[in-house]
């Protein structure tokens, strides 16, 4: 069988990010063709699709404006995250820089219904902090009109059906938020708060109800361990449950203000299962429901409706299948698939599909997990990548990665955990790691590695732990805590000091990051005991670390101060630091070399 070098394999694309434009008759949506994410439209399914925007930097959202034939975009330089929006016009092809403050976060918060306006939020007044902004259509940067000086991590969730209020949320960590409605129609806008509470609750994924008295949002309020969705009521107060998750979290709902009609979405087990309906106009908290959609992969989200929300566009992927946008038909379920993101000529057929299993850990926890073996492994002769995700608050699911699908080309295993501290098992589950009980996580991952150790096709001689972000501590930390389970490391943007991490991240982000770590103030001993680099000399087998310059969220002295510390324990290090990148990867280039170079450290050491 034929195989392929890593720059076919991240030459294999992904369609994402869909909005239906105004007349319903073209759709927009990211696709990486160029190396990073650029605007692509599209009139009919599968027709060619013309790019609209052409920049090395990626693009990182679209939406079409609900009036006019353009829409707004957002893009950051060099990976530093601080996002310019930009204004298209789809007929003329130019573009407009609305911000023009490249120092500045500018994040999303939706165009009004009549198109005149948008709104956005940003730490332009303090780096610390978000602020509600409204800005017209056709007016530049600095015509921005402040309407509410925030006071922390304050995201838009949009405009209600008549434009005159916008729903507001505020993030204290990512298992507690709020939820506020700001009236603009008052001299004085100020927040009504529409969630009190005691402890940690989380409020996401809110949506105005067509008649603009109650929001659908998704919850776990009551001391539920799951997120259900619910339906509150804005004069009373009440709070209403519409779909349980029957012990899985209903991660969001999607929801056209002017019909009714949904898409709500439940992560079972790391797959998506949606519903699609349509409310009462009587009884908000009861639907009609709609036949399932037929859609390939099992991973789905980013559902945008049509007009006339006869339609919705959703994005799909899965172990063998890239992403790419399907739409929908409402009322039959029907999919068809809109884009045609190519496999760069690999053929889909060779694509390995992983399996999902359950590891004891040390407390008899059971500990979820996806294996990937190669179609050609022999027993007892494979090596394994087991590859850590970030977060912690995140989760490994059944989706699509070329980098997965070069290494199992290459002969590798990989096995891909969802560890204590993971999301999409419950509040319980994801608060098993919290401060102190941090390193239980890492214990996690021996426990995993020894049960790779008895798996019949993995040679127990070659493991190897990689990860980015907070999965590249849990690298680090495994490396220090269990040195002689582990051939070989690959650190990506990860954090080697949590005290130096904490101290130097965004401060716009800090707070958020103490919620889960513990604080400076009070929880630096212990920090500073964790910290893989305060554990160096136990790290036996050869490391690689790779960060980007521009990250704000985990420095890249973490890359520096690691690097520097293992090389005089004289174990085998390699560094590599990209200019043009901040946390992660996004241009093919950069990514191309990035694992080329882990492919060759692989080969040398495992």
Not at 52 to 66: H, I, K, L, N, Q
Not at 394 to 423: H, I, L, M
Request: overall charge negative.
């Amino acid at each position: 069988m034929e195989t392929y070098d890593i720059e076919r394999y991240l030459n294999i694309r992904s369609a994402y990010g869909a909005s239906f434009g105004p007349d319903g008759e073209r759709l927009s949506f990211l696709m990486d063709t160029t190396g990073t994410s650029q605007v692509w439209t599209l009139e009919t399914p599968r027709g060619w699709p013309e790019q609209r925007t052409f920049y090395d930097e990626r693009v990182t959202f679209a939406s079409w404006s609900p009036e006019r034939p353009e829409l707004i975009f957002g893009m950051d330089e060099g990976g530093n995250e601080r996002a310019q929006l930009f204004r298209l016009d789809a007929e003329t092809g130019a573009i407009e820089n609305l911000t023009a403050m490249p120092d500045a976060k500018h994040r999303w918060g939706g165009w009004s219904h009549d198109g005149e306006r948008f709104a956005f939020t940003s730490n332009r007044r303090d780096e610390s902090v978000f602020d509600i902004y409204v800005q017209g259509r056709d007016e530049a940067g600095e015509d921005a009109t402040l309407v509410y000086e925030g006071d922390g991590w304050l995201s838009l969730a949009g405009w209600s059906p008549d434009d005159s209020r916008l729903l507001v949320s505020q993030a204290y960590s990512n298992f507690d938020q709020d939820l506020y409605v700001l009236d603009l129609e008052t001299d004085e806008p100020t927040l009504e708060h529409l969630t009190p509470h005691e402890g940690d609750v989380r409020y996401g994924s809110a949506s105005w109800a067509p008649d603009s008295e109650g929001i659908y949002l998704v919850t776990d309020e009551g001391n539920a361990d799951t997120l259900y969705l619910a339906y509150l009521d804005l004069e009373s107060g009440d709070l209403e449950t519409v779909i349980d998750g029957d012990g899985w979290n209903v991660d969001g709902i999607a929801l056209d203000d002017e019909t009714g009609r949904f898409v709500c979405s439940r992560n079972v087990e790391g797959y998506t299962e949606l519903t699609v309906g349509e409310f009462d106009a009587d009884d908000p908290a009861e639907y009609d429901e709609f036949p399932d959609p037929d859609l390939p992969g099992g991973v789905a989200g980013g559902v945008s409706f049509d007009p006339d929300a006869e339609r919705f566009a959703i994005s799909t992927t899965g172990d063998t299948v890239n992403t790419n946008v399907f739409v929908v038909e409402v009322e039959t379920g029907a999919a068809e698939r809109w884009t045609d993101a190519p496999t760069a000529g690999i053929p889909r057929e060779t694509f390995d599909d992983s399996n999902l299993v359950s590891v004891e850990s040390f407390d008899e926890l059971e500990v979820p997990g996806f294996l990937t073996l190669p179609g050609d492994h022999e027993e007892g002769e494979t090596p394994v990548i087991v590859d850590i995700h970030g977060g912690p608050e995140s989760q490994r699911r059944p989706s699509f990665s070329s980098v997965k699908q070069y290494f199992t080309d290459r002969g590798y295993a990989y096995f891909e955990p969802n560890v204590r501290g993971s999301s999409g098992y419950g509040a319980d589950y994801a608060a098993l790691d919290d401060v102190e009980k941090r390193m239980d996580s890492v214990a996690d991952i021996e426990a995993c590695v020894e049960w790779l150790q008895d798996h019949p096709a993995i040679d127990p001689d070659r493991i190897v732990a990689k990860g980015g972000s907070y999965g590249g501590f849990m690298v680090l930390a495994a490396l220090t805590e269990y040195p002689d389970l582990w051939a070989a490391g690959i650190d990506v943007v990860g954090i080697a000091n949590f005290v130096t991490f904490l101290e130097n991240t965004g401060d716009w982000r800090r707070e958020l990051r103490e919620a889960e770590y513990g604080s400076l103030a009070e929880d630096r001993d212990f920090l500073e005991e964790i910290s893989p680099i305060n554990n160096v000399e136990q790290i036996e087998a050869p490391l690689f670390v790779l960060h980007g310059e521009n990250d704000p969220r985990v420095p890249v002295g973490e890359a520096e101060q690691i690097v520097e510390e293992v090389r005089t324990h004289g174990v085998p290090v390699r560094k590599l630091i990209f200019e043009d990148e901040g946390h992660g990867f996004s241009k093919l280039d950069n990514r191309i070399e990035a694992y080329s170079e882990i492919a060759d450290f692989l080969d040398e050491h495992v």
